[in-house]
């Protein structure tokens, strides 16, 4: 009987251990940066320019920077939670060949970007991200925002709350404690979590049209997360779901004219 009692006693301590470890080093198991400051043009996007843009607590953010075709919308990308804005540099360039502009965010403690990552620091770091564009000349009607993945997460909040044309999500989850759960099924992630990314109840505040892309085998972000966020967003709004694709999606010709095509049709209206 003592014997048992010491092995509930041990694995319950081995238990409280992992879940205190989990609390304090959660931000780690989130958050994956490429902490690197590259020139686009050694990723070969000779087009786009490096920006410094301040963030409300003076600290420096950079964002890489592509004029859009006259009359043409303006990308603000908010990429997922792995590396950096070099990794994306395809999509980037393929959105410039269709004429989009490209203003991409380095999260705070990416590439090259003070401050350290956390949900309130992205998503102040967003804010300034379209003040800036907002300030450079760029209208309200001509922005798009684009998340990625957590970075859907960081849209949804800006676009529920400040007017822009269109919002495109891509693998995008109903909250990150969602998420967290599915994966860290035996812990209480959703009492520990401190950032939530909570999409789920701010997607019914956006007005612009959506655009929801989804691989069906996505085994990072459940497919089902997508769905439900879809089905709680207002008109108007489309969903694009391939067979084919898990998490983040590669953006080839099919899936790019599906986001040209959306964002060519989307007009703001506040």
Do not use: C
């Not at 070099?86 to 403690?109: D, I, K, Q, T």
């Not at 309200?140 to 970075?151: K, N, R, T, W």
């Not at 007017?163 to 009492?191: G, M, N």
Request: aromatic share 10%; charged share 15%; glycine share 8%.
């Amino acid at each position: 009987m003592k014997s048992l009692i010491s092995t509930g006693l041990v694995l319950a301590l081995a238990y409280a251990a992992i879940v205190a470890a989990a609390y304090l080093f959660q931000r780690a198991l989130m958050y994956f940066p490429d902490t690197r400051r590259i020139d686009p043009a050694h990723v070969g996007l000779q087009q786009a320019r490096e920006e410094i843009v301040p963030a409300a607590d003076g600290t420096p953010l950079v964002l890489w920077r592509i004029d859009a075709a006259p009359g043409q919308a303006t990308i603000l990308y908010f990429q997922g939670n792995g590396a950096g804005l070099a990794n994306r540099a395809e999509r980037f360039a393929a959105f410039a060949a269709s004429g989009f502009g490209v203003a991409a965010l380095g999260y705070p403690g990416y590439s090259g970007s003070g401050g350290r990552p956390s949900e309130a620091s992205l998503v102040a770091a967003a804010q300034s991200a379209y003040d800036h564009l907002r300030a450079t000349g760029v209208n309200a009607e001509d922005i798009v925002v684009y998340g990625e993945s957590l970075g859907s997460g960081v849209a949804v909040q800006l676009a529920a709350a400040q007017p822009v044309a269109a919002v495109v999500l891509e693998a995008p989850f109903t909250s990150a404690a969602d998420v967290a759960a599915s994966v860290y099924w035996f812990l209480p992630v959703r009492w520990l979590m401190q950032d939530r990314f909570d999409s789920l109840s701010r997607i019914g505040n956006i007005k612009a049209p959506l655009l929801v892309l989804h691989g069906r085998h996505d085994s990072v972000v459940p497919y089902s997360f997508g769905e439900r966020l879809f089905a709680a967003a207002k008109e108007p709004k489309s969903m694009i779901s391939l067979n084919d694709d898990g998490h983040v999606m590669a953006l080839r010709q099919s899936v790019l004219r599906f986001i040209v095509e959306f964002i060519g049709k989307s007009t703001y209206s506040p």
